[in-house]
T-cell receptor, first 113, second 109 residues
């Protein structure tokens, strides 16, 4: 059953702590993305990757970091430098960068206490 | 950078009424995609339009891409309660897609 798996679904963090969100896909897609969703703000791009060992900053990359060591995996770390990290985080993948359907994971909801 | 504006932000209709959401880009787009996100869910792809003036239909949904490839619309005929959710457009430009802020649709039975 192909798709994108995000974990954890819910996460609570204390201020000052880093947290890593997992994203795994078995669709054999080259491109992967991380979006942040806040109420009324739509989807804002954090980071994206077109190929293994390469990634690019999106519109709101400050306070986040990523890695792409394997084609299937694109974890996102929310660092303590992110001033307002409470949000819904969505991982997505596609066959190519600019065209073609985005497949989304079910999301990870991060709450900073 | 590229900006995609979507209106209205919110619409509440009675079941059976029609609904339309509009998307406008500050730049010419290579393609436009539409997604639906149910409450508590994740966005799901509906369609992609590529050609100038293109019109596509999916049952009660009609999607249009403007002649100048800078605007698009999604029209739902005779809404049903299952149409509830947020509809996003996403414009393709130089690199990644740029999403509009979405239109939240509520349908009362």
């Amino acid at each position: 059953d192909g798709g994108i798996t995000q974990s954890p679904k819910y996460l609570f963090r204390k201020e000052g702590q880093n947290v890593t969100l997992s994203c795994e896909q078995n669709l054999n897609h080259d491109a992967m993305y991380w979006y942040r969703q806040d109420p009324g703000q739509g989807l804002r791009l954090i980071y994206y990757s077109q190929i293994v060992n390469d990634f690019q900053k999106g519109d709101i990359a400050e306070g986040y970091s990523v890695s792409r060591e394997k084609k299937e995996s694109f974890p996102l770390t929310v660092t303590s430098a992110q001033k307002n990290p409470t949000a819904f985080y969505l991982c997505a993948s596609s066959t190519t960068l600019n065209t073609g359907e985005l497949f989304f994971g079910e999301g990870s909801r991060l709450t900073v206490l | 950078g590229q900006q995609v504006m979507q209106i209205p932000q919110y619409q509440h209709v009675q079941e059976g009424e029609d609904f339309t959401t509009y998307c406008n880009s500050s730049t010419t787009l290579s393609n436009i995609q539409w997604y639906k996100q149910r409450p508590g869910g994740h966005p799901v792809f509906l369609i992609q339009l590529v050609k100038s003036g293109e019109v596509k239909k999916q049952k009660r949904l009609t999607f249009q891409f403007g002649e100048a490839k800078k605007n698009s619309s999604l029209h739902i005929t005779a809404t049903q309660t299952t149409d509830v959710g947020t509809y996003f457009c996403a414009g393709g430009g130089y690199s990644t897609l740029t999403f509009g802020k979405g239109t939240m649709l509520l349908v009362s039975p």
